[in-house]
């Protein structure tokens, strides 16, 4: 199970009109491939703390970020798509798609993965 936060504290997605965008941090050459929580941000908002084993070189943590998120989502790898911060850890993704329901979704995802569902 993943650390909790606060149910009152922010949660790393907002509408986009084109769908939903997520700030995530990574951490590439992990041990495994997983969601670890979720990382305040210096600019007071929060990212959802990722790690993949693969090595940041050529897309790779990238797409294996994308590849792993998509999973654990249940959205088609297509639809998420990298818009800020390729070569960086502090990334923006893009979910593509209608932005009040992948909210509704990628919200009760976020419950169910830290423990807080009612």
Same mark, same amino acid.
């Given at each position: ?24 941090? #990574?951490?590439? =050459? ?10 305040? !941000?210096?600019?007071? %908002? ?10 940041? !070189? %050529? ?7 994308? !590849?792993?998120?998509?999973? !654990? ?10 818009? =800020? ?16 329901? #992948?909210?509704?979704? #990628? ?7 830290? %423990?807080?569902?009612?």
């Amino acid at each position: 199970m993943i650390a909790a936060a606060d149910s009152r504290a922010a949660l790393p997605f907002s509408a986009a009109a084109d769908g939903v965008r997520v700030a995530v941090r #990574l951490s590439p =050459r992990a041990r495994r491939n997983r969601v670890e929580g979720l990382a305040d !941000e210096a600019g007071g %908002g929060v990212a959802l703390k990722v790690a993949v084993t693969a090595v940041p !070189e %050529g897309g790779k943590a990238n797409a294996a970020l994308i !590849e792993l998120l998509a999973k !654990e989502w249940r959205v088609p790898k297509s639809s998420v798509s990298v818009v =800020r911060g390729a070569t960086d850890r502090h990334k923006t993704l893009l979910v593509a798609g209608t932005p009040v329901a #992948l909210m509704q979704q #990628l919200e009760n995802w976020w419950r169910k993965q830290s %423990g807080s569902e009612s």
